[in-house]
């Protein structure tokens, strides 16, 4: 294993072409955390939040993750007050098709009609005329999936969106997706320590989309004193969580984690793990940790 030292760090975890015309910095940032408790409300302290997303500017990421929900809207209006005017090559990715009636509530809804207010919600807190990536954060099982994704195509034909992804789907539900819209990115749970979604990883890398794992840096029972990455981690200088990350940009070439934090300090020690190289075999040994 080893490290570059770099003062952009997040430039050394490779490039990905998003939709094939949008070139990102593997390593993204994944602004939920931002917000209150239960991902509700203004933050406890707004300015740290804006110092966290100028600072991931700085260390070289410009793929931002968020979503309507996030506050609701508190995240991307964040954004907007730390970054707008935003840099030619920032890339911000949203999300819409969960309502929050409270903290820590989640509901699907993705009527065509509510999905096309909360893209013009979003240009707004944006600051933005075009969504770069637009998600639809989860499949309402009410509506048609044709429906919800057939409304994200015809804002796309507007101009309001440029790409159009998925969240949490099957390998199924993914290829019916691709049926309805240009699907280029998929947003599912996967971490070292679950790797329930590595059949939709393995469609997604065959197929050359974007594959966006959420709760990226989990480590489980791998982390516990004398566990696989404990001792990796006193062996090499790096933090457990720094391991988990450079698994995830080993694992694959699409692979564009978003480790989310409202610190400064906690967002530069992951950022560094764009740094971290692993050799193959302590890929092996954490892959076979499992």
């Known amino acids: 294993m080893s490290t570059q030292p770099t003062t952009r760090p997040a430039v050394a975890s490779g490039a990905f072409d998003l939709g094939g015309d949008l070139t990102v910095n593997r390593l993204g940032y994944g602004a939920m955390q931002l917000t209150g408790p239960g991902v509700w409300g203004e933050p406890r302290d707004p300015d740290e939040a804006v110092r966290v997303l100028?600072?991931?500017?700085?260390?070289?990421v410009n793929f931002i993750d968020t979503a309507d929900a996030y506050g609701p809207f508190v995240s991307e209006q964040l954004i907007?007050?730390?970054?707008?005017p935003y840099a030619d090559d920032l890339v911000i990715a949203t999300k819409g098709g969960l309502t929050r009636p409270g903290p820590g509530d989640w509901r699907p809804n993705g009527r065509p009609e509510y999905l096309r207010r909360q893209v013009e919600l979003s240009l707004r807190h944006l600051g933005l005329e075009r969504i770069d990536l637009y998600q639809l954060h989860r499949i309402d099982p009410t509506v048609p999936l044709a429906d919800q994704l057939g409304e994200l195509a015809r804002l796309q034909q507007e101009g309001?969106?440029?790409h159009v992804g998925v969240s949490e789907v099957t390998v199924e539900e993914l290829k019916e997706a691709r049926t309805h819209a240009e699907i280029v990115s998929v947003q599912n749970l996967y971490n070292l320590a679950n790797r329930s979604a590595e059949d939709v990883l393995n469609y997604a890398e065959a197929e050359n989309i974007a594959f966006i794992p959420w709760f990226p840096i989990a480590t489980g029972e791998l982390a516990r004193p004398g566990?696989?990455?404990?001792?990796?981690?006193?062996?090499?200088?790096?933090?457990?969580?720094?391991?988990?990350l450079a698994w995830l940009l080993r694992r694959s070439p699409v692979m564009l984690p978003i480790p989310g934090t409202s610190s400064v300090a906690h967002l530069e020690e992951n950022t560094a793990a764009a740094l971290v190289r692993l050799t193959d075999d302590e890929f092996s040994s954490l892959s076979d940790a499992v």
């Open 54 to 60: 100028r600072r991931a500017v700085e260390l070289g």
């Open 227 to 244: 566990g696989p990455l404990d001792a990796a981690s006193k062996q090499h200088e790096a933090s457990p969580s720094q391991l988990a």
């Open 80 to 84: 907007r007050k730390a970054l707008h």
């Open 160 to 162: 309001k969106l440029r």
